[in-house]
């Protein structure tokens, strides 16, 4: 019977721990409570400081975690277990997690600052009336390239890229929408084709670029593009800036062909505890000094309208940031796929990285 007693005594030890741990766990990945608030970005995508700011006016803990992928977010949401108040897809997933049920609907009135938002970013296709989402951060996807690395040539196009003289110069993000958008644009189809006959069309002529291709990198190529380790790089707008206010060789373009004009929103996740301090957390983000703020520690560009007063002329004036909307008509916004279409893209794209191999 002793013998009995100590091992349940030792097994009720073992499972007291083991839920400590759990709890410790659950803490660290995001299990808020009502003084808590857990916010998923991408990575580098916020000033750190704009976190202190709104733990000192409002008393609640910020637990910040990144993703590195739309399609990484969304699988950790749709598992549950984690709780994330406040997260920040872009616009097809922001499609996607609706028709998944994996978002809330925001209050607006809790939301005030919503009216300093730019109409043209409001009201979007994929979230009418904004009941699940709020704008954060704009851009589009093209070209920067170093002028005198190419012996001052410009790049105007995606076709430029194929181009024998850019041998093992070129960095591509890592993302199967933009680099097969790249491909599709570049034949004159669109970065949303479902046509397999197009993508396979697209997917061989991704294989003829891979002499030119260096790398296929995350967050590390504005780092090596603005230390000259390659001559040019497929990039998002914002990391473009970045790059460029580290060196002024460097020079950005959307190709003519086309590309994706895309926008990252503030949602409030179905996991979320603290839904209250989720709503304070995403007004909070769109005040007009802490959206500029925001847009120039980051380098992106904002949906705010009355934050432009508050950044440098500079910023706001550089049409290749912040351009003229008659000038990005053109461009296109990502679509949902649906599983089945964007599984088929993931596929075509590990299989031009496959290639490179």
Not at 156 to 174: A, E, Y
Not at 280 to 299: R, T
Request: proline share 4%; charged share 25%; no cysteine.
């Amino acid at each position: 019977m002793r013998k009995l007693v100590q091992s349940f005594t030792v097994v009720l030890l073992v499972a007291l721990a083991l839920l400590y741990v759990s709890n410790r766990l659950n803490e660290t990945e995001g299990y808020a409570g009502n003084n808590t608030i857990t916010v998923y970005n991408w990575g580098d995508y916020i000033d750190p400081k704009l976190i202190q700011t709104f733990e000192k006016q409002t008393g609640l803990k910020v637990i910040y975690q990144t993703f590195d992928s739309n399609e990484a977010m969304m699988a950790k949401i749709a598992q549950g277990g984690t709780t994330f108040d406040v997260a920040v897809p872009s616009e097809y997933a922001v499609s996607k997690m609706k028709e998944e049920g994996l978002l809330l609907p925001l209050d607006h009135a809790k939301l005030p600052n919503l009216k300093y938002i730019d109409p043209r970013f409001l009201n979007l296709s994929f979230d009418r009336g904004n009941r699940y989402s709020v704008p954060y951060f704009w851009g589009t996807v093209g070209i920067v390239y170093n002028r005198d690395m190419l012996g001052g040539k410009k790049i105007t196009s995606w076709n430029d890229l194929w181009d024998k003289d850019l041998r093992n110069q070129i960095l591509l993000v890592d993302g199967a929408r933009e680099v097969v958008g790249m491909a599709l644009n570049s034949l004159h189809y669109s970065l949303n084709d479902v046509n397999k006959a197009h993508l396979q069309e697209a997917k061989r002529k991704l294989d003829a670029l891979v002499p030119n291709v260096k790398a296929i990198v995350g967050d590390e190529i504005k780092m090596l593009i603005a230390n000259e380790e390659a001559a040019v790089g497929v990039v998002w707008s914002g990391d473009a800036a970045e790059m460029i206010a580290e060196n002024d060789k460097l020079d950005y373009v959307v190709p003519k062909e086309g590309s994706n004009l895309w926008f990252d929103n503030m949602v409030i996740p179905k996991t979320a505890k603290n839904i209250d301090g989720a709503h304070q957390f995403i007004n909070f983000m769109l005040d007009p000094k802490h959206a500029a703020q925001n847009a120039e520690y980051v380098g992106y560009s904002t949906p705010n309208k009355k934050a432009l007063e508050y950044l440098p002329k500079e910023i706001v004036g550089d049409k290749r940031f912040y351009p003229d909307f008659d000038s990005i008509e053109h461009l296109e916004v990502y679509e949902n796929l649906g599983k089945r279409m964007l599984a088929y893209y993931n596929e075509l794209f590990l299989e031009f990285k496959m290639h490179r191999k």
